[in-house]
């Protein structure tokens, strides 16, 4: 089944505790990135990588870092959270520029206390 | 930069009932996509329709159409024969074909189907 899979479901950390949520596409697509989602607002993208070893910022980077080693697997890293960042996260990969839509994973309920 | 509204942020109809929910976005470009995702309580991300710029028609699927306006930068979704299924957050986004990938999403409407 072609999916986007993301780990894990539900995560509570404390501040300042390093993490990461993880990423990986079967669909041999090229485009990557990272959206959170908070009520209001709406889904921001936080992160995208077009390919292998290529990432760049979204709308919403700080406190944020991401890494493209391998065409499938895109990591979202927090190296210091704070409870800013509680929020939900989506993982998202897509053909060329997404014309036909984007391929969500199934989120991460973050919370930072 | 390219924005999207979503100036409903709560609607709740019966089944069975026609529902149109609105959508107005704004950029300077000619050529774009744009899209409608269902958000249910699983939190799941389904793309109900899709719609490109340069064509007129307006993009159908089953009972989700889509009426889209782009001199007036509106794209509004209508579900017709409501299911109690149909509940769920729904999120417009807007796809440009230049410069940084990304799609940009309005602030999302909460649909409530009533039994």
């Known amino acids: 089944e072609a999916q986007v899979t993301q780990n894990p479901r539900y995560l509570i950390t404390v501040t300042g505790k390093k993490l990461t949520v993880t990423c990986s596409q079967n669909?041999?697509?090229?485009?990557m990135s990272w959206y959170r989602q908070d009520p209001g607002l709406g889904l921001r993208q936080i992160y995208y990588?077009?390919?292998?070893?290529v990432t760049d910022k979204g709308d919403v980077p700080e406190g944020y870092k991401v890494s493209r080693k391998e065409k499938r697997n895109f990591p979202l890293i927090l190296e210091s959270p704070s409870p800013n960042q509680t929020s939900l996260y989506f993982c998202?990969?897509?053909w060329g520029r997404g014309s036909y839509g984007y391929t969500f994973g199934s989120g991460t309920r973050l919370t930072v206390v | 930069a390219q924005t999207v509204t979503q100036s409903q942020p709560e609607m709740s109809v019966q089944e069975a009932e026609t529902v149109t929910l609105s959508c107005t976005y704004d950029?300077?470009?000619?050529?774009?996509?744009l899209f409608w995702y269902k958000q249910p309580p699983s939190r799941q991300m389904i793309l109900v329709i899709r719609?490109?710029?340069?064509?007129?028609q307006n993009a159908t699927e089953n009972r989700f159409s889509v009426n889209f306006q782009k001199a007036a930068k509106s794209f509004s979704l209508k579900i017709s024969d409501s299911q109690l299924g149909d509940t769920a957050m729904y999120f417009c986004?807007?796809?440009?074909?230049?410069?940084?990938?990304?799609?940009?999403f309005g602030q999302g409407t909460r649909l409530t189907i009533n039994p």
């Open positions: 950029t300077s470009e000619s050529n774009y996509y």
């Open positions: 990588s077009m390919n292998v070893e």
């Open positions: 986004a807007f796809s440009n074909l230049q410069g940084a990938q990304k799609l940009v």
């Open positions: 998202a990969s897509s």
């Open positions: 669909m041999n697509h090229e485009y």
């Open positions: 719609q490109e710029a340069y064509k007129q």
